[in-house]
């Protein structure tokens, strides 16, 4: 009988063994040692595919069972954070920040903008938004910088494309400020970071626009980007540390509890 058929039909007139595993919505575990079988699927031990609210293995409220991005957003994003803001103050004599492009559009852009589409069905609405947002915003930062582009050439005049680069990191430096304003006072972490974030934008941005990218400037903003960045990955080494301790291996490998003494499966 086909799952649609099933969703159709009275389910009470349908006799228990006609469902399969996925369409009960519970999945066999087998050989976890430490959990005896459960006496309403006859011999074998179970897990939920989902608590509150699971459809076939995908959320649809709660976190469900789907690992939290939060560590790779925060991670993806201090890394390339602090790559630029080392180039800005010239470590090692790098003057040429071109090898930034290729970290900014993977490592910042990619993984950091994926970080968000997996907060969305866990219902982490802020995180989603930050994530996806500033993952786009380190993919079209390296676009610029990308001669195939050819944004960089269509400005024939230096300090027109000072200016547009200007505005450009004004209007992300609003928009930090408006993530600034939600975390603001409930989350000190957060707000520490992005207030830095914040000010390393207005330093940039103005260097940019106003004084035509000059050293002094930018390296100052490069030293408030280094510190953002490590507040940030403190946050996301801490996010690893938490999830983590909540926690404990029971035996072998895969088979868990968590704090709440539900089994979960590391696959």
Known sequence: MSTSQIMLADRESISPSTYTDV???????????????????GGSSTIPIMSHGHSFGRTTSGNGRIASPGP?????????????????????????PEVLVSMAVFTGGLSQFMAGMWEYPRGNVFNATLFSLYGSFWMSYATIFIPA????????????????????LITWTI??????????????????????????????????YSLAGMPIVQKAGGVFGIIGALLCFYIG???????????KQVHGVGCMHDSAGELEIYV
């Open 23 to 41: 369409e009960r919505g519970w999945i066999n575990v087998k050989e976890c040692s430490g959990h005896g079988p459960s006496p309403s699927t």
């Open 237 to 247: 080494v801490n996010l690893v540390f938490v999830l983590d301790k909540a926690r």
């Open 149 to 168: 582009s050819g944004i960089l050439a269509a400005y024939e005049d230096p300090l027109e494309l000072n200016h547009a680069l200007g505005l450009y």
């Open 175 to 208: 928009v930090t400020a408006f993530f600034l304003f939600v975390v603001i006072r409930r989350n000190l972490a957060l707000t520490v970071m992005l207030s830095t974030i914040f000010i390393t934008l207005v330093i940039l941005s103005t260097s940019q």
């Open 72 to 96: 790779a957003g925060a991670i993806s994003f201090a890394a390339t954070a602090l790559l630029l803001s080392l180039f800005n103050v010239q470590a090692g004599g790098v003057e040429h």
